[in-house]
């Protein structure tokens, strides 16, 4: 049976919170509905800022919600932990959002956890609508280290509860994001690092289509590069930069995070929407 989570009391502004973006912290596809930054509403650690009305209005961001304190914590209350699984997320007792959360048991990638959300009505007042959320979360990252990854869609303005895993991908308004709490700022020197890495493109959280496993290998003495390939994308030609930024010019982009350059996240985007891609993951 599925069950309701109620979220306790959230003091509100008297006036709309809007997003403070920081782009050191990682990147979106379309900066227009989805920026990264660090959190004004619900805690203070990284997530994402979306539209502040529906239909979205490009440009018109609530505040940026931090991830950990904010849909990840409703999600694992939720839930119940660890446990996989769908649920309802409640707010003052009315279903605000349907949840999953998925983590991956074996191979590249495990112990990656995909978070996902399905809006289901209007937020409160300064709340962003969230439309069709994912959140991957990077493993092993110690909190102040914590890199995400995922993609969203804009709410088809569905007030629907019946189960439905269809998070709105095929709009032509899907961003793909990442966004991590300690960018690299000084590249170290790596020999053949290996990174085991997630893809998500067009998410589906009964069936865990749309998700891809891979190795990327990064190399760097001043220069560098990062070679590989995930879902078909070859990442021969991407370089990296001495401020830890990686990118080959055109459709690669993203960023290591960590004083070691621990974890890598970024995003493929490239002409249109449907084949966008947003990937992270840790040294092996």
């Known amino acids: ?5 109620l979220v306790s009391a ?3 502004a008297a006036s709309p919170v809007f997003a403070v973006p920081d782009a050191t912290k990682g990147g979106s ?4 509905y989805v920026q990264v930054g660090t959190g004004d509403i619900l805690g203070a650690g990284v997530g994402i800022a979306m539209p502040a009305y529906h239909p979205a209005v490009p440009g018109y961001l609530a505040g940026v919600v931090s991830f950990e304190a904010g849909p990840i914590k409703m999600a694992n209350q939720a839930i119940g932990g660890g446990a996989n699984g769908n649920y ?5 007792g009315s279903l ?3 949840t999953w959360k998925y ?7 495990v112990g990656t956890e995909i978070y996902t959300y399905r809006q289901l009505k209007s937020p ?11 959140i991957a979360k990077v493993p092993g990252l110690a909190t102040s280290n914590a890199v995400y990854f995922g993609e969203w869609a804009p709410w088809d303005g569905s007030a629907g509860t019946a189960h439905d895993p269809d998070l709105g991908m095929d709009s032509s308004l899907r961003t793909v994001y990442y966004v991590g709490e300690n960018p690299t700022s000084s590249m170290p020197n790596l020999t053949n690092v290996a ?3 997630v893809g998500i493109q067009k998410y589906n959280p009964d069936t865990q289509a749309g998700v891809y496993t891979g190795t990327l290998t990064a190399n760097f003495s001043g220069t560098g590069s990062i070679t590989g390939t995930l879902n078909g994308v070859n990442f021969s030609g991407t370089s990296i930069s001495s401020d830890g930024s990686f990118s080959n010019g055109s459709t690669i982009s993203g960023k290591f995070y960590g004083n070691s350059a621990e974890a890598l996240a970024g995003m493929y985007d490239t002409t249109g929407v449907a084949n966008d891609m947003a990937f992270g993951g840790a040294q092996q």
């Open 29 to 32: 596809s379309n900066t227009a």
């Open 1 to 5: 049976m599925k069950k309701l989570l």
């Open 10 to 12: 959230i003091a509100l």
């Open 124 to 134: 409160l007042w300064n709340f962003p609508h969230f439309g069709g959320e994912v």
């Open 195 to 197: 990174y085991d890495v």
């Open 88 to 92: 309802y997320i409640a707010v003052y």
């Open 96 to 98: 605000m959002s349907e």
């Open 103 to 109: 983590t991956i048991a074996g191979g590249a990638g």
